[in-house]
């Protein structure tokens, strides 16, 4: 059971186009969690970004973006990762009660580029949710999907 519905928070659920899943109208952008970027504002801690995301889902998101290039080379997945598990284990959500999104970069993923490592071929978007699934980022997420 959804701990968002549990509590009949006043924040606007949409539907996600025709995925039958309902997001909130608000999501929480990770791009600042991350261990990698050298420009800040960057967290790092985990604690820290564990508490953020925690008040984001109380206030009702339940839609968390991040990207392969936040933080370079899947920083802000594997941060985002942490924090997720986290916050199962304290049970403060369910795996369900969440939608995680994240975006491929046309560049490689902290490898060297090659011909078939850039672009948005079928093969680099195959690439990079294998390595999201299973490079650390968010592995735990894709097994209980």
């Given amino acids: 059971m959804s701990h968002l519905n549990e509590r009949q928070?006043?924040?606007?659920?949409?539907?996600?186009?025709g995925t039958g899943l309902m997001v909130s109208a608000l999501s929480f952008g990770t791009m600042t969690l991350n261990d990698h970027s050298p420009n800040p504002p960057k967290i790092t801690?985990?604690?820290?970004?564990?508490?953020?995301?925690?008040a984001a889902y109380k206030g009702g998101v339940n839609c968390f973006d991040c990207a392969e290039v936040y933080g370079g080379g899947g920083s802000s997945e594997r941060v985002l990762g942490s924090v997720i598990q986290k916050g199962i284990e304290r049970g403060l959500w369910e795996r369900m009660d969440l939608v995680i999104t994240t975006k491929l970069?046309?560049?490689?993923?902290?490898?060297?580029?090659?011909?078939?490592?850039?672009?948005?071929s079928r093969k680099h978007l195959?690439?990079?949710?294998?390595?999201?699934?299973?490079?650390?980022?968010?592995?735990a997420l894709f097994r209980s999907a």
């Fill in 9 to 17: 928070l006043a924040m606007p659920y949409r539907n996600l186009g």
């Fill in 45 to 54: 801690d985990g604690e820290e970004a564990y508490e953020l995301c925690a």
């Fill in 105 to 120: 970069h046309m560049g490689g993923r902290g490898k060297k580029d090659s011909i078939n490592s850039i672009g948005l």
């Fill in 126 to 139: 195959y690439d990079g949710l294998d390595d999201c699934a299973t490079g650390g980022a968010l592995p």
